[in-house]
DNA sequence: ATAGAACCGTACCGTACGGTACGCGTTCAA
DNA sequence: TTGAACGCGTACCGTACGGTACGGTTCTAT
């Protein structure tokens, strides 16, 4: 059941191959051949091969090395206080907004999904792993040192996560990845700010301890 | 830039198509094959290409004919009070809830979102006018209704339906179209009317007028 | 220097599938 | 009765693409 995350670095001359499939999915959708592959970086479908296995190793291998270059807000948990808790949430909330927008996390989202739909669930398990769980496994600490500082209130980290989330995200990812027009001309990059501050407003609001 | 939704109604032969597609949609993914649609239809291709122009064509009868089916909650809006409005939010939750976590409405929009990965954005945006954009346009006039009542206190109905949309939906229907096998097991469609009660609680907390 | 491995480029194969053509049965109207 | 339209089943075509094979070239290690 456990998905073999491979932290193993790959050589410049792979990540080379890797770059060209992730630079040809997000211009070319999932047009994805291996022979276009090949021919960007330079290489023979040989050695694609010999080196990724098949076209789906090479898409995990692209999205696993794509998500390891995802960093999430290292947080200071000594001398937690109510400001330095907003401010990390507020930077949770800040990734979380930047990544989901980004064309790269919305290219990979959407072959994951497509390939969740062919009954290959491993794609879809990667990105489930690095974005959405990855966020929960270093968020849900904050927010239960915030709970044990009494900044915050909730019986249940998991679902103060999700509502988080919910807040954070709202309809934005779910229309990106169905190619919204209207939003995606609305710039949502640039009100990232604004709705980080709202969405964090709104979690405190819903979560926030008596001193809050 | 409208898309033509066609209200004409098929008839009974071309539904049997239509119902065919989207049986094999749900069972196999996005394999559609044109010639396992006629095969299942007991029609010939030619008359499926007759009838649905191409294969593209067919999947956006397919999804249009599956969209008109899901109803909308009517709301009686005269002699709002707060028990009705919560029971209107509610049901919009149920109903978003339950579209949202069944087989249809996820391959659907994996289906979408496949397209979408290739530049044919046509099926997303019918998807997005569908279901969001059909959810919100109906949402939002209760919504002012509320506020117009004293209920709720928003500046933006927009604003104040997408957060709704993000405290009803949060993480799940990108895990679900992700595939991921945990939210499957926990067996969301159990945990529904919890989630609606939860959701609207929240949702009032926020936006909720000065009486309530 | 030289054997051998690594690897590039390209040609090739098999298959799957979208789309078309056609033969034949069935229906229905004149 | 007949003929025309409709539509089913099937065979067929072209193409795109995943995957393999192979000849030639460059790199490496002894």
Redesign the interface.
């Known amino acids: 059941?456990t998905i073999k995350v491979n932290e193993e670095t790959f050589t410049p001359r792979q990540q080379a191959m890797l770059t060209a499939a992730l630079d040809l999915l997000v211009e070319n959708?999932?047009?994805l051949t291996m022979t276009a592959v090949a021919r960007r970086a330079s290489c023979s479908k040989e050695t694609l091969y010999k080196w990724f296995g098949d076209r789906d190793g090479l898409l995990m291998a692209t999205v696993q090395w794509q998500a390891a270059k995802v960093r999430m807000p290292q947080v200071d948990q000594t001398g937690l206080n109510a400001r330095a808790l907003r401010q990390s949430i507020e930077q949770f909330a800040r990734v979380l907004l930047t990544v989901i927008t980004s064309e790269v996390s919305i290219?990979l989202?959407?072959?994951?999904?497509?390939h969740?739909?062919?009954?290959k669930?491993r794609l879809?398990?990667i990105?489930?792993e690095n974005s959405?769980l990855a966020i929960c496994r270093r968020l849900k600490p904050i927010l239960e040192a915030g709970r044990n500082a009494r900044l915050l209130r909730f019986t249940s980290s998991e679902?103060a996560y999700?509502?988080f989330?919910?807040?954070?995200?709202?309809?934005v990812?779910?229309?990106l990845?169905?190619?919204?027009?209207a939003l995606i001309q609305a710039n949502v990059e640039a009100n990232i700010e604004a709705d980080v501050k709202?969405a964090t407003d709104?979690f405190f609001?819903?979560y926030g301890g008596k001193s809050q």
Chains 1, 2 share one sequence.
């Open positions: 059941m959708g999932d047009g290219t989202n959407r072959t994951a999904v497509t969740t739909a062919q009954e669930d879809g398990n990105v489930l959405l679902d999700r509502t989330f919910g807040l954070v995200v709202r309809d990812q779910i229309r990845l169905l190619g919204d027009k709202t709104q609001a819903l």
